[in-house]
């Protein structure tokens, strides 16, 4: 039975005032009872900021998993989505789009133009369907109601394809209500009076929720234009002309089920119309695989089915009951809407990056560039669940086999992050994350914030954040069940560390931080808007040191978690009094996962007594990134344990990991007599000194080495980029041959970056042949790296993983906007040092 609309007066009034006038009446309660001034709390800097930003970042395509997929950064409430199919043979429906799937036959899928506080634009090109398919998604200005406009125009030659397109929306975390009787203070229903015929016009949907409040949804038919396939039905209730609609109740976590219900609801159809018809020759392709509301399901899911030919665009909007009138988007204006979104989009693109030489002035370098951006923006994506996690396997000293995990659910938790990778990798990873912040901090560091807050609230009290986040079922789904299970034993790069390093020098550059002593209140003048987000910290950084402030024990325990499960062996081995050494713990005889670079060679045989220099320079890193949070907070005493650790770990860079007969830095071991050996894999591994600046500026026969070893031909030089392994080492271009020998561009970003800060500081020191090194390498590989990755993305219509060192082709992952996208960083950097 449909749940009734009708609500008490009491609840109504309940549930409106609760949604349009919370804060007010938070606010007056509160000064009634003279616990706060409102005057006051109204011009708190802070509270403003939050709330504007928490609005503006409510809804987004956050189901990134999905070519369209969009929900609220809410746990278990309305999720949204779009299916759809070529209705022109009876195999189409078995290829349905839903989920962005690596081997999907598209020519391009990504968002051309997108900003997550507003919207924006994406573009697939579906090779198997026939058709371009444009989604325009835009916000109204308070953030609480949204709209979606679909287009599809068919490939050249298939003019009058015909296309099946299924929009769903699900309310998940419905709960009764406390009022006697059958309502509820959630549901969502069809709003049309009900029709087996099908639906002439808009659907419409109408819901409430106790976080979103009284919400309509409409699924209109567009314009006149568009054209339905005109085959007569062979039933009454198979008419390709009109809308279909289909509901049922299924439970929570359930609704990202939705392709899978679909086609189910549609084979019981399809079994009706055989046992009715003896075949389905009768039914031409577009009717056969019409729903049909065969047993009179009315629930939480709903879907709703149009069929066109040819060119065709319809809309999607959502309106939440508190957007003002005047904000409300509507059929009218979302084309206005859409426009005016892509301006500011377009805009803000040219404020914040302006390219330097050679690609300033090219249109083409300019597009590219924005896509990237949009593209890995359109990655952000909200998590909420459980995750499975492993405390009981002991990482065994002596083994170094694979361990078969156990895990048991803990949380929920939610998480707000970026993806590196959509269709292959569409989950948040601890080691991506940092580079993947990059490229924003000078875009919307407001934003970069809101990320960094998501992930560090997952730090729980040992210290340990897990390295990959499989929240929820959804999420486990798209991850093989040998990886999803996570252990506390396992760290992962602390790239975060560095990203909110970089984003308290951005902000000390833009300001004083500010007394971190003072409360957060400001004068009534102290307002903010809709606009000024995306640089609220930089230009009031007393915001973020109160962050910090906030922040710091927990970055305290896991920086000590760190140091304390990875510590490797020193005195044992006669390796001095200096204890700052460490060992990647999980790692096997092929693969130390925790490290990032996979299967990047490392000594065999595995030793308890091995030490990792890529490891020790991380552990740098998160030492240097410590020490300067300690300095702003006035913790002058862990300031300087932390500048300790930071010299210790350079000393030991030097005196353990160095070695002068290789001219790099390497891993260490032990031979079968317990004596310490280098072994030197060149590479990446070799590099890691310099591309976390941990080298001492004196030591300028170590700086050329990196230079040397970086522009040999017959080691890590090629013209694409700086290859991840050396040409001379045995393990070139073997095995699986993912981190052994193709261009990965997160590392390349990093040694472009350590060429000009070790130039910068340096090259006053440099004779004239290492500075002419520093500046021809910096400028030749910059230009090779973007080169390559715009005539890939020209080819293929994507960004990837990773790049052939022998060819320049694309390999991996596609749509890898994670940290590829540091590309944009590059052709951001100076042409030359």
């Known amino acids: 039975m449909r749940v009734s609309i009708q609500f008490s007066s009491v609840l109504c009034l309940i549930l409106l005032f609760r949604y349009s006038l919370t804060e007010q ?57 779009l299916m759809w199919y070529s209705a022109d043979g009876y195999d189409g429906v078995g290829r349905m789009r839903h989920f962005y799937e690596q081997g999907d036959n598209m020519r391009r899928a990504n968002w051309v133009s997108y900003d997550p506080r507003v919207g924006g634009r994406q573009v697939i090109e579906d ?56 309502t509820r203070t959630g549901y969502l229903q069809l709003d049309n009076p009900k029709s087996a015929l099908g639906y002439e016009g808009t659907v419409k949907l109408t819901g409430i929720s106790e976080e979103l409040g009284i919400f309509d949804i409409e699924i209109n038919d567009g314009p006149g234009t568009n054209r339905h396939p005109i085959s007569k039905p062979v039933t009454p209730d198979l008419d390709p002309t009109r809308a279909h609609h289909i509901s049922l109740r299924v439970p929570d976590d359930n609704v990202w089920k939705a392709r899978d219900i679909f086609v189910t609801m549609l084979q019981e159809s399809v079994k009706d119309l055989v046992e009715k018809y003896s075949t389905l020759n009768e039914f031409p392709p577009e009717q056969a695989f019409i729903i049909r509301d065969l047993n009179g399901f009315e629930g939480n899911l709903h879907f709703v089915q149009k069929i066109y030919q040819g060119a065709c665009e319809f809309d999607i909007i959502y309106t939440n009951a508190i957007t003002p009138a005047t904000e409300k988007i509507t059929s009218k204006n979302i084309n206005s809407k859409i426009k005016q979104v892509l301006t500011l989009i377009n805009e803000k693109f040219n404020q914040h990056f302006s390219l330097n030489k050679p690609f300033d002035n090219s249109s083409k370098f300019r597009k590219f560039g924005k896509e990237i951006l949009s593209g890995l923006l359109g990655g952000i994506s909200y998590f909420h669940g459980d995750h499975l996690v492993d405390r009981e396997t002991a990482f065994d000293e002596d083994s170094f086999e694979s361990h078969q995990l156990t895990g048991y659910p803990e949380g929920p938790h939610e998480l707000f992050t970026l993806v590196p990778s959509r269709p292959f990798f569409p989950r948040g990873f601890l080691w991506d994350e940092g580079f993947h912040l990059l490229p924003l901090l000078k875009y919307d560091s407001d934003l970069v914030m809101e990320i960094m807050k998501s992930w560090f609230s997952l730090i729980d009290d040992d210290g340990w954040i897990a390295r990959e986040q499989i929240l929820g079922p959804e999420s486990r789904s798209r991850v093989p069940e040998q990886f999803q299970v996570q252990s506390p034993e396992i760290v992962n790069p602390p790239t975060l560390m560095l990203a909110f390093t970089y984003l308290l020098e951005s902000a000390k550059s833009a300001g004083n931080y500010g007394n971190v002593n003072e409360p957060l209140f400001y004068s009534d003048e102290a307002i903010i808007t809709h606009k000024d987000l995306g640089s609220v910290i930089l230009n009031n950084p007393e915001l973020l040191t109160n962050y910090t402030k906030e922040i710091y024990p927990r970055l305290k325990t896991h920086y000590e978690w760190f140091r304390r499960t990875q510590k490797g062996y020193v005195e044992e081995f006669g390796r001095g009094a200096n204890l700052e050494a460490y060992r990647w713990r999980g790692r096997t005889i092929t693969h130390c996962l925790a490290s990032g670079i996979d299967d990047y060679p490392r000594p065999n045989p595995a030793d308890v007594a091995e030490l990792n220099v890529d490891l020790l320079s991380w552990i740098g890193v998160m030492s240097r990134s410590m020490k300067l949070i300690a300095q702003l907070l006035k913790h002058d005493e862990d300031a300087e344990i932390f500048a300790q650790h930071e010299d210790n770990v350079v000393d030991n860079l030097s005196k353990l990991h160095w070695s002068d007969e290789e001219k790099a830095y390497c891993d260490v071991t032990v031979d079968e ?35 040397d070893l970086i522009s040999d031909p017959e080691e890590l030089w090629s013209d694409y980029g700086i290859r991840s392994l050396s040409k001379s080492n045995q393990f070139y271009r073997t095995e699986e041959n993912y981190w052994r020998s193709p261009i990965w561009l997160n590392i390349n970003y990093l040694i472009l970056e350590g060429l000009q800060h070790y130039y910068d500081v340096a090259h006053i020191r440099m004779n004239s042949d290492i500075s002419n090194k520093f500046k021809r390498v910096y400028k030749d590989l910059r230009l090779n790296l973007v080169n390559n990755v715009v005539e890939q993305w020209e080819n293929t219509g994507y960004v990837w993983e990773q790049y052939d060192d022998e060819t320049g082709n694309a390999k991996g992952a596609k749509n890898f906007l994670g940290w590829t996208s540091t590309i944009l960083l590059i052709m951001n950097m100076a042409e030359e040092l």
């Open 25 to 81: 009446f938070e606010f007056d309660v509160l000064a009634e009872n003279g616990e706060v001034d409102v005057a006051q709390f109204n011009s708190d800097l802070e509270h403003q900021y939050s709330k504007l930003s928490n609005d503006s970042l409510l809804w987004g395509p956050y189901r990134s998993a999905l070519y369209f997929g969009i929900r609220p950064r809410l746990p278990n409430s309305l999720i949204s989505g």
């Open 673 to 707: 007599d317990d004596e310490n050996i280098k072994v030197c894999h060149k590479g990446y591994l070799s590099l890691f000194p310099f591309l976390t600046k941990l080298i001492h500026i004196e030591e300028l026969d170590k700086l050329e080495a990196m230079v």
């Open 127 to 182: 090779e198997e369907c026939h058709i371009r398919i444009i989604i325009d998604f835009v916000k109204s200005d308070d953030g609480k109601s949204w709209a979606v406009k679909v287009r599809a125009q068919p490939h050249k030659g298939y003019e009058n394809v015909k296309t099946s397109f299924i929009w769903y929306s699900g309310l998940e975390g419905e709960k009764k209500s406390p009022i006697e009787g059958d």
